[in-house]
């Protein structure tokens, strides 16, 4: 079955408690979380101080999207929380299987993220050492934007890939999914699907993360 992963970007940042335990207590897998700097993207959000009140609130694992330049920092800052994934670009790394090992040694499992246009293939010699990819399905920085259908054949390609040098690693698609396109996602061997817009709109939360569950 496809997991969800709602993004809390656009959860009531002043009700933040009641609509983490409100999707959390609708099944969802993942909680997702979208850190920016204002640098890497250009939007700010939040640090570890609103983080680990939503880790102590949230009963599903922490899912750590970071869009910002400076990768280390930021891995140790969130690594107390003990997420389950933290995810880096891999546009704005240098060394990204140094960083890859060290997520792995403070016991989180490693993700990088590819922009949009970035091909799988630039990650073909870190795919056996990671637990997740997430391919972006926007320009990081916001919610709300329109799905790149571009992503369906990249997936595709990334899925070939794994199936021979990692079949266990997962790949999570992020932006604009809704039940409009959750089906495509699945049919190109897609694992997780990131939802903000989609799950936090919805009359009902729960039928929308059900709705994505598929
Ligand atoms: C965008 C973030 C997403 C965003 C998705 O940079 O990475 O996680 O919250 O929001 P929707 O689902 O509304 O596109
Ligand atoms: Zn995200």
Redesign the pocket.
Known sequence: MMKVAP????ADFGNLQKDVEEICNANCDLV?V?V?DGHF?P?LTIGPVVVSAVAKCATKPLDI?L?VENNTFFVELFAPLQPEYISFHIEEEKHPHRLIQKIRSLGIKPAVVLNPHTPPEAIEFLLQDLDMVLL??????????S?IESVLPKAARLDAMRRKLNPTCLIEV?????DVNVQALKDVGVDVV??????FKHENRQTAIQNLQI
Do not use: K
């Open positions: 993004s809390i970007l656009s997702h979208d920016m993207v939007n999207h869009m972006m399905s926007v320009n990081p920085g916001f919610g709300g934007q799905f992020d932006g604009g999914v809704s990131v939802a903000g817009s989609y799950v």
